[in-house]
């Protein structure tokens, strides 16, 4: 497990560290204070930096680019980078670093922007004046000049490192291939599991998926105990393809079936709540051995409800070795997790509550005595 998370000039923070970390940690702050930004870091660092694992951050956010290539007469889509460095703003020479630190290792990737090799360097001693975007984008159009982005990520002895031709206005290909991506030092290694769940929920295709890992194994009865957290009345549940299913806009996929009742009933038609639950709950399983993110985790749930959810991601997470960073606004949210930091078991993994603000370098931490006392003094943490 990580024990601390350290970001530079990344996103919305110039320099910020997240220190004291358990095996749950909720993060609560205000609007835009960068508690989903951690959740990205975190996926990215533990992705190894991968092209793919960016392109699911930026592609959330929708930070894309779409321009047409003159000599093919098509569209080509293209994510903005700088959107990833701290001020929106890139140049040669400028990076990010995110590193996190366990007990025994240190982890880190770093984002570098340089010319490429044989490339000129700029010609102004001073660098770019006037919009960074526009003078960027005017250097390139000299074919002499290119950029490069540079991924590495290193842990203990282990290594891999990227580079990947930047097109205009510091634009990432979606299919760097094409582009010259060049992947050196690259071990052959396990990489860590980890589950990102949005505030919209999973997919449907992602949830059928992660079902199907399931499906026959001791940890599906942990699905249908998550949903009866909801819904009492569930016995079992069962994943139905079809193309129709397959539409990331479908709450379809899934049947259940009620103590009371022979038929199959479409998950679908039994709420937000459930959905949300079981989410979460195929995400908590298949990230055994690794990192659970979830943001906005009360999206959807009924405050009744909470306290369940939280049991069953507390127990499962210990089961099967998963660490869970999780993000709120929701007083009620927080207040049920106490529930679970009073239980004598919680000390030995941690529960966390860290209060992100703006424009400070270190969160508020709240230990598991801290959040039970908060809780029933009525004292507001968030």
Known sequence: MFTTITLQNFRGFPSFKLE???????????????????????????????????????????????????????????????????????????????????????????????????SREPKTPGGYQGNPTDDLSALLMDDGNQLEFQLEWHRGKESEQRKMRLLFSAGLPVNPIRYGTRRLRDLETPKSRIQFVNSSSLTTEKMIDLFEQLVLNPEEKLVQEALQIVEPRIERIASVRSRINRNSDSRGGFVVRLSDSDRRIPIGSMGDGIWRILGIALATICAEGGVLLIDEIDTGLHFTALSKMWEMIWKTAIRLNVQVFATTHNSDCWMSLATIANQESSAKHGIRIHRIERGKNTSVVFTDREIVVAAERGFEVR
Not at 56 to 69: D, H, I, S, T
Not at 84 to 90: K, P, T
């Open 20 to 118: 004291n970390l358990g095996r749950i940690n909720l993060l609560v702050g205000e609007n835009n204070s960068g508690k989903t930004s951690i959740l990205e870091a975190v996926e990215v660092l533990c992705s190894r930096g991968t092209v793919e694992s960016l392109g699911k951050v930026m592609n959330r956010r929708g930070e894309y680019l779409e321009w047409e290539e003159d000599d093919l007469k098509q569209w080509e889509r293209v994510f903005d980078i700088r959107h990833l460095f701290y001020g929106h703003e890139i140049e040669p020479n400028r990076f990010f670093s995110i590193s996190g630190t366990t007990e025994d290792s240190r982890e880190t990737l770093s984002g570098l922007v340089q010319f490429k090799n044989g």
